[in-house]
């Protein structure tokens, strides 16, 4: 079956840095997605990652290895406005995109 | 720009009663998505339309709910007769591509519609 896993909550401290990991297990690959979703709102995307390596944006980064199956996306200079969910989501080999349940990012003042 | 529009926002309805969601995806995206996303879990799939065909719609409980892009722009999503574990935020996404190898073609969701069935 396909799977992805992420930790249901993390707690961080505004102004530090963060890393949340994603894990997955699917039939194909072809591309991995963060996106935020604060709560009461739609997700919105946040990074997209297909090759092995770093996305650097601002103040989020994203890294993928395809051959261990993982992916983090690294949040630096934490505000609150951060606290929100973060959702994994991987293009399988249809091309469907399988989400995980999302890690939800308490930021503590 | 304008982004993807969802109506109503919210929904209460009674156990066995039918209920209608409305989706308008962002001019020019050809793929539109139906989601449910029950608390605390991430979105679910519930079908998929390239313009006005439907490319997946594998776990879309078919006995209750149906959906219909009929010109290849606005959608509905109709459940009936509505259970309480349909109970959900039910979101519409659009994307300009179905599939493309390589390229972000990342998706737009609307605000979503609460769904609450007593």
């Known amino acids: 079956g396909q799977n992805i896993d992420q930790p249901t909550e993390m707690t961080a401290t505004e102004g530090a840095i963060v890393q949340i990991n994603c894990t997955y297990q699917?039939?194909?690959?072809?591309?991995l997605f963060w996106y935020q979703q604060h709560a009461g709102e739609a997700p919105t995307f946040l990074s997209y990652?297909?090759l092995d390596g770093l996305e650097e944006k601002g103040r989020f980064s994203s890294f993928l290895s395809r051959s261990k199956g993982y992916s983090y996306l690294l949040l630096k200079e934490l505000q609150m406005k951060d606290s929100a969910s973060y959702l994994c989501a991987v293009k399988d080999s249809n091309y469907q995109l399988i989400w995980g349940a999302g890690t939800k990012l308490i930021i503590k003042p | 720009e304008a982004g993807v529009a969802q109506s109503p926002r919210y929904k209460i309805i009674e156990k066995r009663q039918s209920v209608a969601f409305w989706c308008n995806p962002i001019?020019?995206?050809?793929?539109l998505y139906w989601y449910q996303q029950i608390l605390g879990q991430g979105p679910k799939l519930l079908i998929q339309?390239?313009?006005?065909?439907?490319?997946?719609d594998s776990q879309l409980p078919k006995d209750r709910f149906s959906a219909e892009r009929l010109k290849g722009v606005d959608s509905t999503l109709k459940i009936q007769p509505a259970k309480l574990e349909d109970s959900a935020v039910y979101l519409c996404a659009s994307s300009p591509t179905r599939r493309d190898r390589g390229n972000s073609y990342e998706q737009y969701f609307g605000p979503g519609t609460r769904l609450t069935v007593t």
């Open positions: 699917t039939s194909g690959f072809n591309g």
């Open positions: 001019s020019g995206h050809a793929t």
């Open positions: 339309f390239q313009n006005n065909g439907v490319v997946d």
């Open positions: 990652n297909v």
